[in-house]
């Protein structure tokens, strides 16, 4: 199921999602496939499910994890069509706990990307100030830092150079739009090794789709 079938038909299991035990668990880890169209549930997936909850207690359960980072990198841009990130109020929450199980599972270039997107993403924007939330400026900067940290070890800008090199398409955006950010050295730290630095190979497809495409593989419902 893909485009707007799987719109309908995620949005129906988000209305059911506690009439069949199967349903939160595949919300939880399959929802999202990548599809620009996700903006318009990601948001619900992550209130229904109380995803800002699951993941905290997912115990780096790496599919949760993942789909963490997808529904992230999604609210990134989804600004007039779900709830994008500075307004989510459970955003500071959700962030905290993705970040600290990506510590534990280790690099991927899905898992580089979502980071690298949303660390970027935190310092453009501010998070909506509310009395829910204390300290959510504090805890937003916190999280940007503890982002860029990560994404900063060698093992990680290795895996994130590694992937452009071969063509990663989720590896595109950054390379291109954060070369500029001192903060993000994967594709800009001019100190590293020569031989780690490396070019997109030729014929990469558009950032664009780069950016907005967060393709998986997952599986439909």
């Known amino acids: 199921m893909t485009a707007w079938g799987r719109v309908h038909a995620v949005d129906a299991l988000c209305r059911h999602v506690d009439d069949h035990p199967a349903v939160r668990p595949w919300l ?10 996700n903006s318009y549930f990601a948001d619900t997936v992550a209130r229904v499910t109380a995803l800002h909850e699951a993941v ?3 115990g ?11 529904i992230l990198h999604v609210m990134t841009y989804c600004e007039g069509m779900g709830t994008p990130l500075r307004r989510c109020p459970h955003a500071v929450s959700l962030m ?3 970040v600290r199980h990506l510590r534990r599972l280790g690099p991927t270039a899905e898992r580089f990307f979502a980071a690298a997107t949303v660390a970027h993403h935190l310092v453009q924007q501010t998070p909506l100030p509310t009395d829910e939330v204390p300290g959510i400026k504090e805890r937003w900067d916190e999280a940007r830092a503890s ?3 990560l994404v900063d070890r060698r093992e990680w800008r290795e895996v994130a150079r590694r992937g452009l090199a071969e063509g990663d398409e989720r590896l595109t955006w950054p390379a291109t739009a ?3 950010d001192p903060e ?8 590293a090794d020569p031989d780690d630095l490396v070019e997109p190979r030729a014929g990469s497809t558009s950032v664009v789709r780069a950016h907005r495409s967060f393709r998986t593989g997952a599986a439909g419902p």
């Not at 780096?60 to 997808?70: F, L, P």
């Open 28 to 37: 939880l880890r399959r929802a999202l496939d990548g599809d620009f169209l």
């Open 147 to 149: 982002y860029l940290a």
């Open 184 to 191: 993000l050295r994967a594709f800009s730290d001019t100190s």
């Open 56 to 58: 905290a207690a997912s």
């Open 60 to 70: 780096a359960d790496a599919e949760v994890v993942d789909q963490t980072g997808r």
């Open 178 to 180: 954060v070369a500029g």
């Open 96 to 98: 905290e706990a993705h």
